[in-house]
């Protein structure tokens, strides 16, 4: 419910607050009080366009700020918070128009779009007039009122459940249609990448041996001119080498080995193992000498190292590890031949869903026409009391496309005398039959709703008993929900729980408009003034009282 609403520079009203109760609230006055421009209001923070002339004076600014309760429409609170907006069990909303005709919608202070504020305010407020693009003249909205009406909560909220399991699950297989698309590249790219790692062979550690042996390599000239005079030293000839001089003293020594002491005898062994020794590191540098500095070498070594580093570079991670790219190849190889089972398995389940979703989309269809014609039958037993006597009204159901709602599309048609044909109820209504058929329309099929409900022009071309009738109709609408009726009938008025005067008051250079809440006595003077006019006479406030009493 809207809690209060507060209007600033929108037209000729400066500044207005005023609180709202549940039940049924009137708002009366003189014609050309300044009644409509608080309709003006609810529409501008429901999200409708500006109309032209409602820009503010220059230099000035328009703002209409509504403090809501949100706590039996947990639909807004929903959406808010995808929105991210944080909100408890009131929010604020506020609509502003600069003096250049722009404007800005808030909701807790947060900046969002016109469409957003329709979406938000579509759950909370309707408004019922001629002009107005909400209520009836919103053929979407039909669906909602014969589904308030009909007894299949469960069977729609069913239905929910089961359209968004499937259009989820159907968002997944388009996603694993998308990658299949580019499947065969993937497979072929894969393949070419563990081609690569099979020519390289990575070893563990292999990249930073590599490395050192490259250096040494380079290198080459100088190393081996040393080491060649390190083996010169080791085995020449003339004159005798390392190798050849210790050979020729163990033959020496072996020679008086039986005349010596053990302690000799040991350092001659000492001497033989030491000359193992140096034949195995002389052959060490030969055999390097021979085949480490040949410059094939080095090429083959450069050309190795390049391949780590492009492999590594092309996968995103270093040299050393590309070792563990193998496996991770593989995982994503295999991943590329079970996609296809994936998304015949994900096919399935979306057939299954859809298959399901239909199923109860038809049985909510065939619920749908059931309650229709009892809806039909209630509602058209309603409109003669409401001067409709001539009235038909029909609900049409037509096959539509399928959505969260299912597979119907409703449209309430409407013909308002025996000769004309069926039609859409914008087309044969003039403002107050409009409100009227809405007002039969809720009365029967929105008790449990908590939307708040706007009636303007709800009381044009009727009197007497059937202004009575209305109003009856109205406080019984406002047992259970807010509604907000602008009325010039006394009739309708006297049903108000809270009445409201608007009053225009002109002064030498200005008129303002001003609203006021009306104590019991001066409702009573009210609607005294409404039966008689200007003068308000004894017999007015009589039948004032009368009214209120009945």
Same mark, same amino acid.
């Given at each position: 419910m809207i809690k209060s609403l507060s209007i600033r520079n929108l037209l000729l009203i400066d500044k207005i607050d005023f609180i709202f109760n549940n039940g049924l609230c009137v708002?009366?006055?003189?014609?050309?009080?300044?009644?409509?421009?608080?309709?003006?209001?609810?529409?501008l923070i429901s999200g409708s366009r500006i109309k032209t002339g409602l820009k503010p004076e220059k230099g000035k600014i328009t703002s209409i700020t509504a403090v809501l309760e949100i706590i039996k429409n947990p639909k807004i609170k929903k959406l808010l918070l995808e929105l991210g907006i944080e909100c408890e069990d009131e929010i604020i909303i506020r609509r502003t128009i600069n003096d250049d005709?722009?404007?800005k919608s808030f909701i807790n202070d947060n900046l969002i779009s016109l469409s957003i504020l329709k979406e938000v305010s579509s759950n909370f407020l309707e408004i019922h007039s001629q002009f107005s693009e909400q209520g009836l003249l919103d053929s979407t909205t039909h669906i909602k009122t014969l589904d308030a009406f009909g007894k299949y909560q469960k069977d729609l909220t069913q239905l929910t459940h089961l359209w968004e399991l499937f259009t989820e699950k159907k968002k997944e297989f388009m996603e694993l249609k998308k990658n299949y698309e580019n499947n065969d590249y993937q497979k072929e790219l894969l393949e070419n990448y563990l081609n690569e790692l099979k020519i390289l062979n990575p070893k563990e550690n292999e990249f930073e041996e590599l490395n050192k042996k490259k250096i040494i390599l380079k290198n080459s000239v100088k190393i081996s001119e040393n080491i060649n005079n390190i083996i010169k030293n080791f085995n020449s000839d003339d004159p005798p080498g390392i190798e050849k001089q210790l050979s020729q003293n163990i033959i020496i020594l072996n020679k008086i080995r039986d005349l010596l002491d053990d302690d000799s005898k040991k350092m001659i062994d000492n001497l033989d193992s030491l000359s193992l020794e140096i034949s195995e590191i002389s052959d060490y540098f030969c055999n390097l000498i021979s085949d480490e500095f040949d410059i094939k070498t080095l090429d083959a070594v450069e050309e190795r190292i390049e391949l780590y580093k492009k492999i590594a570079k092309k996968h995103g991670v270093n040299e050393n590890s590309v070792i563990n790219l193998d496996e991770e190849l593989n995982e994503k190889m295999q991943s590329s031949f079970d996609i296809e089972e994936k998304i015949n398995t994900c096919e399935k389940e979306v057939l299954n869903l859809e298959n399901n979703f239909n199923i109860c989309a038809k049985n909510v269809s065939a619920l749908r026409k059931e309650f229709a014609a009892k809806l039909d039958e209630s509602i058209n037993r309603e409109l003669p009391a409401l001067k409709l006597e001539n009235a038909v009204f029909k609900t049409f159901i037509e096959e539509d496309k399928a959505n969260i709602? !299912?597979?119907?599309?409703? =449209?309430?048609?409407?013909?308002?005398?025996?000769?004309?044909?069926?039609? %859409?109820?914008?087309? #044969?209504?003039?403002? !107050?039959?409009?409100?009227? =058929?809405?007002?039969?329309?809720?009365?029967?099929?929105?008790?449990?709703? %908590?939307?708040?409900? #706007?009636?303007?022009?709800?009381?044009?071309?009727?009197?007497?008993?059937?202004?009575?009738?209305?109003?009856?109709?109205?406080?019984k609408l406002g047992s259970n929900k807010q509604v907000l009726v602008v009325t010039h009938s006394p009739q309708v008025a006297a049903f108000g729980q809270d009445h409201f005067i608007v009053k225009k008051i002109n002064s030498e250079n200005t008129t303002n408009i001003f609203i006021r809440k009306l104590n019991l006595d001066e409702k009573i003077n009210e609607i005294a003034r409404m039966l008689s006019g200007k003068k308000i006479t004894d017999e007015a406030i009589s039948a004032a009282k009368k009214l209120i009493h009945n």
């Open positions: 708002l009366t006055g003189e014609t050309g009080a300044g009644k409509s421009m608080i309709i003006d209001s609810l529409n005709g722009k404007s709602m !299912g597979i119907d599309k409703v =449209i309430f048609k409407i013909k308002t005398n025996p000769k004309s044909e069926m039609d %859409s109820i914008k087309n #044969v209504s003039s403002g !107050g039959e409009l409100c009227r =058929i809405a007002l039969a329309i809720k009365v029967i099929a929105e008790k449990e709703n %908590s939307t708040i409900m #706007v009636f303007d022009e709800v009381d044009s071309g009727i009197g007497g008993a059937v202004s009575s009738a209305v109003g009856e109709r109205l406080r």
